[in-house]
C-alpha cells in the first residue's frame, strides 16, 4: 500500500518475497497463557484447611477505582479479612495474610485466581516458606472459587451497591462494619441458619471439648484463635 502511494505498481508476491528476504518480517510474540490443571474439591471438616481469596471492585465518589481483598475461611465461611485500598501489590497481599496468620494460625492451603499478585514471585515464595499449599483455579473458572464467589454476591448486594463512599476511609468504615454484621449476626443457610462466628464456636467446641482453652475472640469482628491442638489433660 505504501509503495502504491508512492505511484509504483509493483506484484504483491513479488514485493513480499522481497521483503521477507531482506529480513524485515517480524515474529508477533505469542502470549504465554498460564495452564492450569482443575483439581476435584476436598472435603473439608474444619477451619483453617482452605482459606478462599479473591478481589471484589467498587468505585469512590470522586470516581476513583478501588478494590477489596477477601479472605474467606473456606469451612466455617468466616470473613476474616476485608481490606479496602486503590491497589494491592502481593507484599500488601501477604501483609494482610500475615496478619490474619498471627491471630489465627495458618492455613492448610489457599485457593485464588492466577492475577499477578497472587503468583508473582513474592507471593509464591511467601507460600512455600509458609508450608501453605496454593491452589490456583483454572483461568476463566471463577466457579472453582466458589466460596468466595458467593461471599462476593452478598458483599455487592448488602453493602457495596448500596454504599457511596465519598473518600477512601469512609469506605473502609463502612466495609469493615458490614464484616463485623457478616459474621456476628447474619445467618448462613449452608451452616444451619447460624451465623459463621456461632457455626465457628460450635465446630471449635465439637473439635476440643468444653474448655476451648486459647480459642477466644481477638477482635470485634468475631473471628476465632483456632489452637493447634487440643488442650492437655
Same mark, same amino acid.
Given at each position: 500500500?505504501?509503495?502504491?502511494r508512492?505511484?509504483?505498481r509493483?506484484n504483491?508476491?513479488? %514485493?513480499?518475497r522481497?521483503?521477507?528476504?531482506?529480513?524485515l518480517?517480524?515474529?508477533?510474540?505469542? =502470549?504465554?497463557?498460564?495452564?492450569?490443571?482443575?483439581?476435584?474439591?476436598?472435603? %473439608? !471438616?474444619?477451619? #483453617?484447611?482452605?482459606?478462599?481469596?479473591? &478481589?471484589?471492585?467498587?468505585?469512590?465518589?470522586?470516581?476513583? #477505582?478501588? =478494590?477489596?481483598?477477601?479472605?474467606v475461611?473456606?469451612?466455617?465461611? $468466616?470473613?476474616?479479612?476485608?481490606?479496602?485500598?486503590?491497589?494491592?501489590?502481593?507484599? =500488601?497481599?501477604?501483609?494482610?495474610?500475615?496478619?490474619? +496468620?498471627?491471630?489465627?494460625? =495458618?492455613p492448610?492451603?489457599?485457593?485464588?485466581?492466577?492475577?499477578?499478585?497472587?503468583?508473582?514471585?513474592? &507471593?509464591?515464595?511467601?507460600?512455600?516458606?509458609?508450608?501453605?499449599e496454593?491452589?490456583?483455579i483454572?483461568?476463566?473458572k471463577?466457579?472453582?472459587?466458589?466460596?468466595v *464467589?458467593?461471599f462476593?454476591?452478598? %458483599?455487592r448486594e448488602?453493602? %457495596? @451497591?448500596?454504599?457511596w463512599?465519598?473518600?477512601?476511609?469512609?469506605?473502609? @468504615?463502612? +466495609?469493615?462494619?458490614? @464484616?463485623?454484621?457478616? #459474621? $456476628?449476626?447474619?445467618?448462613?443457610?449452608?451452616?444451619g441458619?447460624?451465623?459463621?462466628a *456461632? &457455626?465457628?464456636?460450635?465446630?471449635?467446641?465439637?473439635?476440643?471439648?468444653?474448655d +476451648?482453652?486459647?480459642?477466644?475472640f481477638? #477482635?470485634?469482628?468475631?473471628?476465632?484463635n483456632f489452637? !493447634?491442638?487440643?488442650?492437655?489433660?
Amino acid at each position: 500500500m505504501l509503495v502504491e502511494r508512492e505511484g509504483e505498481r509493483v506484484n504483491h508476491k513479488r %514485493l513480499w518475497r522481497v521483503y521477507r528476504e531482506a529480513g524485515l518480517c517480524l515474529k508477533r510474540k505469542k =502470549r504465554r497463557h498460564c495452564v492450569r490443571i482443575g483439581l476435584p474439591r476436598t472435603v %473439608l !471438616t474444619g477451619a #483453617n484447611q482452605e482459606w478462599a481469596l479473591d &478481589f471484589a471492585h467498587d468505585v469512590l465518589a470522586a470516581g476513583r #477505582n478501588i =478494590r477489596v481483598l477477601s479472605v474467606v475461611d473456606a469451612f466455617t465461611r $468466616e470473613c476474616l479479612a476485608l481490606e479496602v485500598d486503590t491497589g494491592f501489590a502481593s507484599r =500488601r497481599v501477604t501483609r494482610v495474610l500475615d496478619e490474619i +496468620v498471627s491471630r489465627r494460625g =495458618r492455613p492448610q492451603a489457599i485457593r485464588c485466581d492466577n492475577g499477578p499478585e497472587l503468583t508473582s514471585r513474592h &507471593f509464591l515464595a511467601w507460600a512455600l516458606d509458609c508450608k501453605i499449599e496454593l491452589r490456583h483455579i483454572q483461568p476463566g473458572k471463577p466457579t472453582q472459587n466458589a466460596h468466595v *464467589e458467593s461471599f462476593h454476591g452478598r %458483599l455487592r448486594e448488602e453493602c %457495596l @451497591r448500596v454504599s457511596w463512599f465519598t473518600n477512601l476511609f469512609d469506605a473502609r @468504615r463502612k +466495609v469493615s462494619d458490614w @464484616r463485623v454484621e457478616y #459474621n $456476628e449476626q447474619r445467618p448462613h443457610s449452608s451452616l444451619g441458619y447460624k451465623t459463621p462466628a *456461632e &457455626f465457628a464456636r460450635a465446630a471449635l467446641t465439637q473439635s476440643y471439648g468444653k474448655d +476451648v482453652g486459647s480459642a477466644h475472640f481477638e #477482635n470485634a469482628a468475631g473471628v476465632f484463635n483456632f489452637p !493447634t491442638a487440643p488442650a492437655a489433660g
